[in-house]
């Protein structure tokens, strides 16, 4: 069956443009998680859905970044007014329960020039 | 807070040579420990986690709750255990906590 799915792959930018990630995950799975991974790093929280819900967004590094999950299924993280220090790997990931083994995607590469 | 550190930024052994690539964490409950891998041109997934205790790939991980520690091992390394590996935390309702990963080599 397909994995979770990013799109776009990469994604460049100017700094103080607005992008938008989107996440495909796996049909039926409840919980969808988005990190970002900079260079040197391992994945970074960022939020969590349950649902349609956020059921944590404390790693949202600031209120420029936004994700929402309207059906439960797609979610798109959204980015305003984007910064150089944005740029970084975005990751993905879904679970068929909360907090057990999560599926990642191959990720969103985005440079902010 | 919660931490996962991973002393190593890379690790290079010969094939056939034992492998230890080291994590520690700080917290102070009953955690959830995990190791993720994420081989060249593929994406992050889950190689092991503790509470299942079992050898995935010839690896494996013991949870030393007094080292606070969940160094991940395997006797013979191949060529394709090549990877960048991720030690990971998790409690409770918290988000997964993630090392900076180390970055194994395998020699031939």
């Known amino acids: 069956g397909a994995g979770v799915s990013q799109t776009p792959s990469n994604k460049v930018t100017e700094k103080g443009k607005y992008v938008e990630l989107r996440c495909d995950p796996i049909s039926g799975h409840t919980a969808l998680y988005w990190y970002r991974q900079s260079l040197g790093q391992g994945p970074e929280f960022l939020i969590y859905f349950q649902g349609t819900g956020a059921a944590d967004d404390s790693g949202l590094p600031n209120d420029r970044f936004f994700a929402v999950r309207p059906e439960g299924s797609v979610s798109t993280l959204k980015i305003q007014r984007t910064e150089r220090g944005d740029s970084a790997v975005y990751l993905c990931?879904?679970?068929?329960?909360?907090?057990?083994?999560?599926?990642f995607g191959p990720g969103t590469r985005l440079t902010v020039l | 807070a919660q931490r996962v550190t991973q002393p190593e930024k890379l690790l290079s052994v010969f094939k056939g040579a034992p492998v230890e690539l080291k994590c520690n964490y700080s917290y102070s409950g009953s955690p959830e420990l995990f190791w993720y891998v994420q081989y060249s041109r593929q994406r992050l997934q889950l190689l092991l986690r503790h509470i299942s205790r079992e050898s995935i790939k010839g690896f494996t991980a013991d949870l030393n709750k007094g080292e606070t520690s969940f160094h991940l091992k395997k006797p013979f390394a191949q060529e394709e255990d090549s990877a960048m590996y991720y030690c990971a935390l998790h409690s409770g309702n918290t988000p997964l906590v993630f090392g900076k990963g180390t970055r194994l080599s395998v020699i031939a």
């Open positions: 990931a879904s679970s068929p329960l909360s907090q057990n083994e999560q599926f």
